[in-house]
């Protein structure tokens, strides 16, 4: 079910988070230099003004949003892509499939896309170097695949490890079942 699902998504993210938050400690490397960051904008007469963005006082290795927009852009696509292979190998019109999978690609760009411009941000207003960010991501996108195999059951070194039914059996009302 789709209860499952969220579920484990939500405990994946906290567990993101909190490796993200031990991963700035451990590597512990600062943030850009400067203090205080300018970004320009556009008023609403079209004049560019600078506007200043304060930087978090935390360290910058690995960047938290990156890592946090890399779990939940990868997550979210293989959630994406087992509901429609789900969808399309019950439904027999060819047209129906080809829709779901170009329905698939635009929401895959838009997710993407999404999680480009806002690390490009990150790293253009200097609150964080684009090593940071690349491993940021690198750190999300594999926690969302390490998790994603937990949360299925299919993870090779820990086989037995299905947190979709655990979740299903002790935190969800009963019958509620788990969503492939």
Do not use: C
Request: charged share 15%.
């Amino acid at each position: 079910r789709q209860d499952t699902y969220m579920w484990t998504f939500w405990i994946g993210s906290i567990l993101n988070a909190i490796a993200s938050k031990v991963l700035k400690r451990i590597l512990n490397q600062d943030r850009p230099d400067d203090d205080f960051t300018a970004v320009s904008a556009a008023d609403d007469d079209g004049t560019t003004v600078e506007m200043g963005v304060s930087k978090p006082n935390d360290k910058g290795m690995p960047s938290s949003h990156a890592m946090s927009l890399g779990f939940i852009g990868m997550y979210t696509s293989i959630g994406l892509w087992n509901s429609l292979t789900q969808l399309a190998s019950s439904v027999s019109s060819s047209n129906t499939i080809g829709s779901f999978f170009v329905i698939a690609s635009t929401v895959y760009g838009l997710i993407w896309s999404y999680v480009a411009v806002s690390l490009i941000y990150r790293v253009k207003s200097r609150l964080h170097t684009i090593e940071q960010v690349w491993v940021g991501l690198f750190f999300g996108v594999t926690n969302a695949l390490f998790w994603n195999s937990l949360a299925h059951g299919t993870n090779p070194l820990i086989p037995s490890a299905n947190v979709m039914d655990t979740v299903s059996f002790y935190v969800l009302p009963e019958g509620s079942g788990t969503f492939v």
